[in-house]
């Protein structure tokens, strides 16, 4: 079976998020409680997402990084970043 994970580190309040693999719905809901604790962060600025290793993402997956951008957008005015090297 495929497998697939998602490293964080945070930087200055820099979020940064590395999904490496597959990254699918079964993993997605422990995303989101990572990102709702990220949220609570009251010394967040940004969040970088590195796609670079990522061999497949599914569309829950894909609302939870469209999830960080709309609160960036409320929070700061900003977008998060997202590094892709895949069409």
Same mark, same amino acid.
């Given at each position: 079976?495929? =497998?697939?994970?998602?490293?964080?580190?945070?930087?200055?309040?820099?979020?940064?998020?590395?999904?490496?693999?597959?990254?699918?719905?079964?993993?997605?809901?422990?995303?989101?409680?990572?990102?709702?604790?990220?949220?609570?962060?009251?010394?967040?600025?940004?969040?970088? *997402?590195?796609?670079?290793?990522?061999?497949?993402?599914? =569309?829950?997956?894909?609302?939870?990084?469209?999830?960080?951008?709309?609160?960036?957008?409320?929070?700061?005015?900003?977008?998060? *970043? *997202?590094?892709?090297?895949?069409?």
């Amino acid at each position: 079976m495929p =497998s697939g994970h998602i490293l964080f580190a945070i930087h200055h309040g820099t979020y940064v998020l590395k999904f490496v693999g597959e990254v699918r719905a079964p993993m997605c809901d422990t995303l989101d409680n990572f990102l709702e604790r990220m949220f609570g962060d009251g010394e967040i600025s940004s969040i970088l *997402i590195d796609l670079t290793q990522t061999d497949y993402i599914d =569309s829950t997956a894909l609302g939870l990084i469209a999830k960080t951008a709309v609160f960036l957008q409320m929070h700061n005015q900003r977008k998060p *970043i *997202i590094l892709s090297t895949n069409e």
